[in-house]
């Protein structure tokens, strides 16, 4: 065999992989469907010296890896504190905010209670009967869309509470150069290592049997080892694109079944100047995010604590979904007057507009979606799909990080150095 570990996919997990599977002499080789690295982390340079994130963007929670990473790179992790402004009508004055999460977690405090798993809109649906304020429901509702790119009407109110109860978002930053650094930094050590990765060599078939896996490229060309780590987004292992002989276990079909990929439509404006610093005598100054309480963009935040002119105009779940539908020029104007609209001035927004930057997760064949979220019933999808198939075939990427991490660049990055330790482990087994 040319190789002992195959992993399909250069994104934060695969490298990860690969990076630990180098260090420890093991041949090893990724294929990846693009012609570069990073997966779902990606970053366009509009003009120089403004890098945006086109993708991936903050750094949730503790982040043991991620801030690891990024101390080897000489970055730090900036703080995006920064003041919350909230319009809680349409056309009504912004205020500042008080810390929502936290009260939209606390709706979920007697999920345990429930005989079985239901979505956050049944769930949410008791919360109206038992008496809560509806606007505090309508919020809880729209933190599952934004924050989760999910779907309350299929997401599981358990592994919503699960994730918010976890801690992971009670601390966000963004990691001070961009997310590029620390990707280039684990493909160097993985090359370093003398992992040989490849680009542009999409996977279409992935066979195995109790002791080798055989995988075939969109080439036809085949490409053998003792095992192969998967690290495909839920979205392209929930379209079938590659084809898996024989077919994956029930426990692992029954995972990738109920965990969904999100749809996100993200739009990076680049403006003038950041003009909204100097509104009503520099009341926005220290903005860091902006929620709308209607329109097609819910939430917009800036770089703070960078003064810059861009803006990040968000919206997640079903609403995106409809967005990603429009012209690029219809859905870059819609973010342009939104954010204008905040501030009672869409005209100014629009005049000082200069160049919006999008990238379309849910139509990328290699995504298929923004981030993964859980259906319901599948409380234990995660773990479920992390398993081992057959000691050949292992499984990584946020879609099976446990613990509130899934989402997330680290959720990404951990799940790829447990499943290289596993293969490590499953390799030193065979050997005695």
Not at 45 to 57: C, F, N, Q, S, Y
Not at 254 to 274: K, Q
Not at 409 to 422: D, F, L, P, T
């Amino acid at each position: 065999m040319a190789y002992d570990v195959l992993i399909i996919g250069a994104g934060a997990a695969g490298l990860a992989a690969a990076r630990v599977l180098g260090a420890s002499g093991l041949r090893v080789a990724v294929m990846e469907a693009r012609d570069r690295a990073g997966g779902r982390v990606r970053f366009a340079e509009p003009v120089p010296g403004e890098t945006i994130e086109l993708g991936a963007e903050f750094i949730h929670g503790p982040a043991v890896q991620t801030r690891a990473l990024l101390a080897q790179t000489g970055g730090v992790a900036d703080s995006r504190e920064g003041d919350g402004w909230i319009q809680a009508a349409p056309g009504a004055p912004l205020t500042l905010e008080e810390d929502e999460f936290l009260q939209a977690g606390a709706l979920f405090a007697d999920i345990d209670a429930l005989a079985t798993d239901v979505t956050v809109d049944e769930y949410l649906a008791t919360r109206r009967v038992a008496g809560v304020d509806p606007y505090a429901i309508e919020r809880a509702r729209q933190f599952v869309e934004g924050f989760d790119a999910a779907d309350p009407a299929r997401a599981s109110a358990r592994g919503i509470a699960r994730e918010w109860n976890s801690g992971v978002d009670s601390l966000s930053a963004r990691p001070s150069g961009g997310y590029a650094p620390l990707i280039a930094a684990l493909e160097g050590d993985a090359r370093d290592a003398g992992v040989d990765i490849r680009y542009s060599t999409p996977v279409i078939r992935i066979e195995r049997s109790p002791s080798a896996v055989r995988v075939e490229l969109a080439s036809h060309e085949c490409v053998e080892a003792r095992c192969a780590i998967v690290s495909l987004p839920i979205g392209v292992l929930r379209s079938a694109s590659v084809l898996f002989v024989p077919q994956l276990p029930d426990q692992t079909r029954n995972a990738i079944a109920h965990i969904a990929m999100g749809d996100v439509a993200r739009v990076v404006l680049l403006f003038r100047t950041p003009f909204w610093e100097s509104i009503a005598g520099g009341r926005y100054r220290d903005a860091g995010f902006f929620r709308a309480a209607d329109g097609p963009f819910r939430a917009y935040w800036t770089q703070h604590p960078h003064r810059r002119r861009s803006i990040v105009a968000w919206s997640g779940g079903p609403d995106a979904r409809q967005l990603l539908q429009q012209s690029r020029e219809n859905l870059v104007h819609a973010a342009v007057a939104g954010f204008g609209a905040l501030f009672g001035c869409p005209e100014r927004a629009l005049a000082e507009f200069e160049d919006a930057a999008v990238h379309d997760w849910s139509a990328d064949p290699y995504a298929r979606g923004a981030y993964s979220y859980l259906l319901v019933g599948g409380e234990s999808a995660r773990e479920q799909l992390a398993a081992p198939v057959q000691g050949t075939l292992y499984f990584c990427g946020e879609a099976t990080a446990p613990d509130g991490e899934g989402g997330t660049v680290n959720g990404a990055i951990s799940s790829g150095e447990r499943a290289a330790r596993e293969v490590l482990a499953e390799l030193a087994r065979t050997k005695t």
